[in-house]
Antibody, heavy 118, light 106 residues
């Protein structure tokens, strides 16, 4: 059974940093594209970034380029999202997901809440 | 690519047939996915590639369309179908989502 478990969310001040983790099990992690998606009450679902199976290619939504970094450790079956220079509008539930062709997000974690507030 | 769903919310009764529409700002071919989300839960795939039913999803769900206009149809609504539905295009990166359609019990 595919399992994705996010961790690392919490309360952080504006301008601060946070690193999210996603522990994967039940599938061949090193062969899958992986994505981060976030959900805010105001903007709904927003794709954040994805990463190729071997980590050699990464894509980001424009508004997060330069602030967020996606990475993975295939030996540890783990996906990461380093978030810097956080803003109030980054407050959201962050999900990791497996990504199949045509950006199909076919397995999701339970999400981790990030709150950016002073 | 911008994705626009209509309606934003919808009230229906158990047993009804409902249709949700998704329009893309440019052609996405059939690179269109539909998700269902219940409160406090992650989204779940219903339909991929516009009309292919995801494994395990009941056959009362169906999708159609290509290019810029797509529909998700639910025949004979069941109590567990009351949720929020999202479309997502997978034609270009980022795979943008529609704003969602909240399906409520009448």
């Amino acid at each position: 059974e595919v399992q994705l478990v996010e961790s690392g969310g919490g309360l952080v001040q504006p301008g601060g940093s946070l690193r999210l983790s996603c522990a994967a099990s039940g599938f061949s992690f090193s062969t899958y594209w992986m994505s981060w998606v976030r959900q805010t009450p105001g903007k709904g679902l927003e794709w954040v970034a994805n990463i190729k199976p071997d980590g050699s290619d990464k894509y980001y939504v424009d508004s997060m380029k330069g602030r967020f970094t996606i990475s993975r450790d295939n030996a540890q079956n783990s996906l990461y999202l380093q978030m810097n220079s956080l803003r109030a509008e980054d407050t959201a539930v962050y999900y990791c997901a497996t990504e199949a062709p045509i950006a199909l997000l076919d397995h999701w974690g339970q999400g981790t809440l990030v709150t950016v507030s002073s | 690519i911008q994705m626009t769903q209509s309606p934003s919310s919808l009230s229906a009764s158990v047993g009804d047939r409902v249709t949700i529409t998704c329009r893309a700002s440019q052609s996405v071919s059939t690179h269109l996915n539909w998700y269902q989300q219940k409160p406090g839960k992650a989204p779940k795939v219903l339909i991929h590639a516009a009309s292919s039913l995801q494994s395990g999803v009941p056959s009362r769900f169906s999708g159609s369309g290509s290019g810029t206009d797509f529909t998700l149809t639910i025949t004979s609504l069941q109590p567990e179908d009351f949720a929020t539905y999202y479309c997502q295009q997978g034609y270009t990166t980022p795979g943008t989502f529609g704003q969602g359609t909240r399906l409520e019990i009448k």
